[in-house]
């Protein structure tokens, strides 16, 4: 029974002592878990309190507000009310739940809710507004992804930069443009997102109406090369509207007028030609004319001679009785010249007579210089000319004045 009793009491001890050292191992691991509890609750803080600034909220005054302050003596405990000592003081026994522990935690959980849900919306704004302007290979997932974000945030404003620059070009292209066609516009206003769209509607508008008149323009240049049939265009009309032939058809048009110009000076030249040889056939009608007033004249003054020899012939026959005509055989050679030439009446004045001895009845020859013409027949014989009558039968050309009459 001693040594029965001396056995439990060194199993007791050996308890008592394994006891001891576990005690001793927990509050060890008590320690080291409260301090790591109190790490982890200083670092929420701190995450919450860095995550609330300039974010408009109050997260982090929510978890670090004193509302757990005076333990079991009134005082205030460390670690704040996500440490082990506010979470130990916020056991409500009647409830037997941590719950204002648990509202710390809640308010700790939405703020990573609202900031995870800004940076989908952010994401997904840059993704969408980066579809807006074109930008391809930017899905939302490059920026909500750590890793790859700041990549894409770069990427991303450099391909915005890149669109500035185009629209700053496209901006000043615009104002230059508008310059030319005399139709200036404020550069300021096309900068600004609030003006913009009045001064590139004026543009538009003139940029059109400057459109339709270069369309009337060809238009009324090929109507020009349609009309203008006396010329021979090189230029073919419907090229003139072709944006990539217009400028070789525009050169040819204008060797086209060149050529025109240059027959329009000749038409000058012809003109005054013309006009010169107008002015000297007026001045030759003027001078027939004249010739047939000087004809008729003398046709007047034949009538009368006429009449005359007639009465004088009357007066010769009576007088000369039976006197023997003069014989061809008889007379000397004669030569003469046509005065005049009546084809109406067939008979010619030559500038022989009475004075040269011409006898009525007398057969001449009409010639040009050494050209035979035709025969004559004298009918009337006055002192110093005499009228003869054309042979037609011995004829073989158009007598003239000026031609020899010879014997």
Request: negative net charge.
């Given at each position: ?138 899905e939302i997932e490059a920026f909500q992804e750590v890793a790859s974000y700041e990549e894409s945030l770069k990427d991303l404003y450099a391909g915005l930069e890149d669109i500035r620059k185009r ?181 010619i004045i030559i500038n022989l007579g009475r004075n040269d001895n011409l006898p009525e009845d007398l057969e001449m020859t009409v010639a040009r210089e050494k050209e035979y013409i035709c025969k ?32």
């Amino acid at each position: 029974m001693v040594l029965v009793n001396k056995v439990l009491n060194i199993l007791i001890l050996v308890g008592a002592l394994l006891s001891c050292a576990y005690s001793y191992l927990l509050f060890e691991r008590r320690t080291e878990l409260r301090d790591r509890g109190e790490k982890l609750a200083d670092a929420i803080a701190s995450t919450v309190k860095d995550l609330d600034v300039k974010s408009g909220t109050t997260y982090s005054a929510e978890i670090n507000r004193n509302d757990f302050s005076g333990g079991a003596n009134g005082e205030t405990l460390a670690g704040g009310p996500l440490g082990w000592a506010y979470f130990h003081a916020s056991y409500d026994s009647e409830t037997q739940s941590h719950a204002k522990f648990e509202n710390v935690l809640e308010e700790v959980k939405k703020q990573a809710q609202d900031i995870r849900g800004q940076r989908d919306l952010l994401a997904d704004g840059l993704s969408q507004h980066a579809g807006l302007f074109e930008q391809e290979g930017f899905e939302i997932e490059a920026f909500q992804e750590v890793a790859s974000y700041e990549e894409s945030l770069k990427d991303l404003y450099a391909g915005l930069e890149d669109i500035r620059k185009r629209d700053d070009a496209i901006i000043t292209k615009i104002d230059e443009t508008a310059t030319k066609i005399g139709q200036p516009i404020d550069k300021d206003l096309l900068t600004s997102t609030d003006t913009y769209d009045e001064p590139l509607i004026s543009f538009g508008f003139h940029v059109g109406k400057l459109k339709e008149r270069v369309v009337n323009y060809v238009d009324t240049l090929a109507q020009v090369v349609d009309k203008i049939s006396a010329h021979e265009f090189e230029v073919d009309a419907q090229l003139l509207k072709d944006d990539n032939a217009y400028a070789g058809e525009l050169t040819s048009l204008l060797n086209d007028f060149a050529n025109i110009n240059e027959k329009l000076t000749d038409y000058e030249r012809y003109k005054v030609e013309f006009l010169e040889a107008k002015d000297t056939l007026e001045k030759t009608i003027e001078a027939l004319e004249t010739s047939n007033d000087n004809l008729a004249t003398l046709e007047s003054k034949l009538a009368n001679l006429e009449a005359d020899y007639a009465s004088l012939n009357k007066n010769y026959n009576q007088l000369a009785g039976s006197a023997n005509k003069a014989q061809p055989s008889q007379l000397k050679k004669l030569e003469g010249t046509v005065l005049n030439v009546n084809y109406d009446w067939n008979y010619i004045i030559i500038n022989l007579g009475r004075n040269d001895n011409l006898p009525e009845d007398l057969e001449m020859t009409v010639a040009r210089e050494k050209e035979y013409i035709c025969k004559v027949l004298v009918t009337k014989v006055f002192e110093k000319h005499s009228v003869a009558e054309i042979l037609p039968k011995m004829k073989i050309g158009s007598v003239i004045e000026g031609d020899r009459v010879i014997f």
